[in-house]
């Protein structure tokens, strides 16, 4: 198989047999964005390779001969043959593959459990990478003719199948409503041997959890988005297993995070409970499951472990992500945990209580629902200031803005307030009212299907009713927040810590995020990006299994807190509609 060498990620992947450059980089991280669906007209999955002469060209009208002398190539056209380097195109950063991937692990500190260990001293989790040790859940054991598996409850199993002179692996699985993320673990060694993702299939019915859960509330339906998560989690495994030379059959142990309705569906089990008052769950956590309950194509002697599940809509893949967050379980530390989504789950750990919720923020915040919104792919606006005299963007890969990711939303935002393009009541300035406005700012300004609208670049705009989406958002996290700090008996201003889950965050200035108000004033310099923290913290229990233990511990001491039915939820949701930029902050 062809080798495929990217830079600057500076990593080497095999391309597949009569796979295409775009889809070698998506196993990357590198999410094209591709509207033509790969059929080489939309001419925006720009990549440069090296040594030119010797790859075959592409064409295109938007590749010039000069550009393709350089290397100009569309990966979308381009089917490896031999080894390969190539070069995304400028300016993209590591840390801009982390927006796509959303995987980077914090090197965050000790979690001291607050149990008694071996020999009475206090046991603390760390980062296992550090210490270079794992204690996995499962053993293998030898036998005169075969494989045994000893299990963590101290069961143990023939393991047919097994082959010989092979080592035991685990899979973490991070079932988003949106996207699954899977990575495959040596639990001999605890070296994570590949990740890739795709989209959740299920999007195709909704983008929100309450649309799946009504799809699947009939026998039918739920037959129907179970089949399909799994089979996606199920290639997923064949794209883990291939890249690392490895056979599912060697996957004994498999940790699943995802929120409630997902793992539900995922098992098979009716997620109609979950959309009706008292919000019942119906899938049990803490524990680990034969393999049949998910129907994965692993091991059948493998056991699926889902973390422990708070409430029908603070689900695993929050608890799993608590583990990478610093702090929280520590007593000593005022910590606020946000996890921004479709559902937003926010977490605050002050004056000895440990206190969590869920607010129903919607997808804004992920480019759905968005006028000119896509994913974090190439070419997606993931940044924007203004100077005062224009509004400047950055996208994804140095890219011709094709759309606006979530980062970029919040960004834009905060500009156009600082610009006066809109103001506090979120209301957007006409193409008449623009006589205080800098030139090429005001130039910006139009009308589009009748209601206000700012030109970002050719053919993508932010309107008037993506401002009030923004707004939509913002303030129901932000109510939960206060909501929390209230409850906690602190003020904004005693928080030591802002966590940010998901990968979403790595392009941010967090003084964007406390310009629009998602985060209460002066907070910006304490907000802290944890990447997908449900992904970390599944691999996380899968190399030592003190993980699980401390996990189901600690959750027993958080309380949940339903905001909604408070009376003062609308009041706060509604005060916090209203936007409070500091001009101080309108530089680069």
Same mark, same amino acid.
């Not at 080798?3 to 980089?25: F, M, Q, W």
């Not at 790859?55 to 031999?82: F, M, N, W, Y």
């Given at each position: ?19 295409? =450059? ?15 669906n ?11 390779? !090296? ?39 400028s300016?993209?950063?590591d ?12 090197? /965050?500190?000790?979690? *001291?459990?607050?149990?008694e260990g071996? &020999? ?9 990478? @550090? ?25 143990t199993?023939e393991?047919?199948? /097994? ?8 899979? #973490? ?8 993320v ?19 299939? @299920? ?45 599912p ?17 995922? #098992? ?5 409970? =979950? &959309? ?6 119906? $899938? !049990? ?74 607010? #129903? ?8 629902? $968005? ?29 011709p ?13 905060? %500009? ?6 809109? *103001? ?7 193409? &008449? ?7 090429? $700012?005001? #130039? ?8 206000? %609208? ?10 008037? !009713?993506?401002?009030?989406?923004? @707004? =939509? ?14 409850? %906690?008996? $602190? ?24 310009a629009? &108000? ?11 990006? %944890?990447?997908?923290?449900s ?10 299994? @003190? ?21 003062? /939820?609308?009041?706060k949701y509604?005060?916090?509609?209203? /936007? ?9």
């Open positions: 198989m062809p080798r495929i060498k990217i830079y600057p990620l500076g990593e080497t992947l095999h391309s597949r047999r009569g796979e295409n =450059l775009a889809d070698v980089l998506r196993r990357a991280g590198v999410d094209m964005d591709t509207p033509c790969g059929d080489g007209i939309c001419g925006k999955c720009l990549v440069c390779v !090296e040594h030119p002469l010797i790859v075959r060209p592409t064409p295109h009208k938007d590749i010039s001969e000069e550009q393709h002398a350089e290397g100009i190539r569309l990966a979308c056209q381009l089917t490896p043959k031999t080894d390969m380097t190539i070069r995304l195109l300016g993209y950063t840390e801009e593959h982390q927006i796509l991937e959303g995987d980077r692990d914090s090197a /965050f500190g000790a979690i *001291d459990s607050g149990e071996v &020999g009475g001293e206090k046991r603390h989790l760390r980062v296992l990478e @550090q210490e270079n040790r794992i204690a996995p859940a499962v053993r293998i054991l030898g036998g005169v003719r075969s494989y045994f598996c000893r299990y963590e409850d101290g069961t199993e393991l047919p199948h /097994f082959r010989k002179g092979t080592a035991p692996k685990g899979l #973490a699985v991070d079932l988003g409503t949106t996207t699954l899977a990575t495959l673990v040596s639990l001999k060694t605890g070296k994570e041997l590949s990740t890739t993702s795709s989209l959740n299939p @299920q999007i195709r019915y909704g983008h929100d959890v309450v649309r799946r859960i009504q799809y699947a509330s009939t026998p039918e339906g739920l037959g129907e988005l179970s089949s399909l998560v799994r089979e996606a989690i199920n290639h997923l495994i064949e794209e883990v297993c291939e890249d690392s030379d490895s056979v059959a060697e996957i004994l142990d498999v940790v699943i995070g995802g929120n409630t309705a997902m793992l539900q569906i995922a #098992a098979g089990i009716d997620p109609a409970p =979950l &959309g009706e008052v008292p919000f019942t769950v119906g $899938i !049990e956590s803490g524990k680990a499951f034969p393999v049949s309950r998910f129907g994965l194509a692993v091991h059948p002697g493998a056991r699926i472990y889902v973390p422990p599940v708070l409430h029908a809509y603070i689900g695993a893949d929050i608890s799993a992500g608590l583990l990478v967050c610093p702090d929280f379980f520590s007593d000593e530390v005022d910590t606020l945990f946000i996890d921004v989504g479709t559902n937003g789950e926010i977490g605050i750990s002050a004056n000895d209580r440990l206190l969590m919720s869920s607010t #129903a923020a919607g997808p804004a915040f992920e480019g759905m629902g $968005i006028s000119s919104g896509m994913r974090a792919r190439i070419g997606a606006v993931e940044a924007a200031w203004t100077d005062g005299e224009a509004i400047e963007i950055r996208t994804i890969g140095d890219a803005a094709a759309g606006i990711c979530g980062s970029g939303l919040i960004d834009l935002t905060a %500009a156009l307030i600082r610009s006066g393009v809109i *103001d506090a009541s979120g209301r957007m300035k006409r193409p &008449g009212e623009t006589e205080d406005l800098p030139p090429k $700012i005001a #130039a910006c300004i139009e009308e589009k299907d009748t209601t206000p %609208a700012f030109r970002v670049s050719d053919g993508v705009w932010y309107t008037q !009713e993506d401002v009030r989406q923004v @707004q =939509l958002a913002k303030s129901a996290i932000r109510a939960a927040i206060d909501i929390l700090i209230e409850e %906690a008996g $602190i003020r904004p201003e005693m928080l030591e810590n802002i966590v940010l889950a998901g990968g979403f965050g790595y392009s941010l200035r967090p003084v964007n995020l406390e629009i &108000g998602l985060i209460p004033p002066n907070t910006a310099g304490k907000v802290t990006f %944890a990447g997908n923290t992904r970390i913290g599944c691999v996380r229990m899968l190399k030592n299994i @003190q993980y699980r233990r401390f996990l189901e511990q600690k959750m027993k001491r958080v309380e949940h807190v339903s905001i909604e039915t408070r009376p003062d /939820f609308m009041e509604v005060e916090e509609m209203e /936007f409070s930029v500091d001009v101080e902050h309108a530089s680069k």
